[in-house]
């Protein structure tokens, strides 16, 4: 079945500091991908919708030179979290739809663990 | 506005059978989709109903009502693996998921 890799499973970095999280589609091409921010005992959070090749689309609320997106290729969306400070500690997931559908499930990465010190 | 209900938490016993109710307000439907979630873990899909009736697989069923607005994930044989929260999203007419907060499921023995 289709497979999404991301990387990495959880991360502890300094307040200030960025951090850099791939999502990879093993086995098919994604051109969209999603990103969800999830926060303990609450459900996802749309952050934003990276396209390949364009620019992502940010939810309401969510800062874009804060959460950089890059979608570079079918099989690479990365998600920088810059000068990250304690409140961005969270569960970010990746996902993505590998049908040919838009009722296709979304397929999700196994999600990073963010903490920020 | 647009807006997924499910009940917090729930409480079934191993063996048992649990049934776990969504109601949706959406800007159009394209389909309803059920997670099930682990502690500290990805979702995992579980269902999709697009169309009216009820959808088995295996121990998990699910029910869609696009009059009522709602669906319902029935759990049979209950197992202690079960424990989890699942999800309820609704596609809207942009084929955006509108997510619930999720129903924490317990299984006691």
């Known amino acids: 079945g289709a497979v999404v890799s991301q990387h990495p499973s959880w991360v502890i970095c300094k307040s200030g500091t960025s951090v850099k999280i791939e999502c990879r589609s093993l086995d098919f091409q994604a051109t969209t991908m999603f990103w969800y921010r999830q926060f303990p005992k609450q459900s996802l959070m749309l952050m934003a919708t990276?396209?390949?090749?364009?620019?992502?689309?940010?939810e309401q609320g969510v800062e874009k030179d804060k959460f950089l997106i890059n979608h570079a290729s079918l099989t690479l969306s990365t998600l920088t979290v810059t000068s990250a400070h304690p409140e961005d500690s969270s569960f970010y997931i990746c996902?993505?739809?590998?049908?040919?559908?838009?009722?296709?499930?979304?397929?999700f990465g196994n999600g990073t663990r963010l903490t920020v010190t | 506005g647009q807006n997924i209900d499910q009940p917090t938490e729930m409480t079934a016993t191993e063996g048992a059978i649990v049934q776990i109710n969504c109601t949706y307000q959406?800007?159009?439907?394209?389909?309803l989709f059920w997670y099930q979630q682990h502690a500290g873990e990805a979702p995992t899909f579980l269902s999709y109903?697009?169309l009216d009736g009820l959808e088995e697989k295996g121990r998990f069923s699910s029910f869609l009502s696009r009059s009522k607005g709602y669906s319902y994930l029935l759990l049979k044989e209950l197992q202690m693996k079960d424990s989890a929260s699942y999800l309820c999203?609704?596609?809207?007419?942009?084929?955006?998921?509108?997510w619930g907060a999720g129903t924490k499921l317990i299984i006691k023995p």
């Open positions: 990276s396209n390949e090749g364009s620019k992502a689309t940010y």
């Open positions: 999203a609704a596609s809207d007419s942009n084929y955006q998921l509108i």
């Open positions: 109903n697009v």
């Open positions: 996902s993505a739809p590998p049908g040919t559908t838009e009722a296709s499930p979304l397929h």
């Open positions: 959406t800007s159009g439907f394209n389909g």
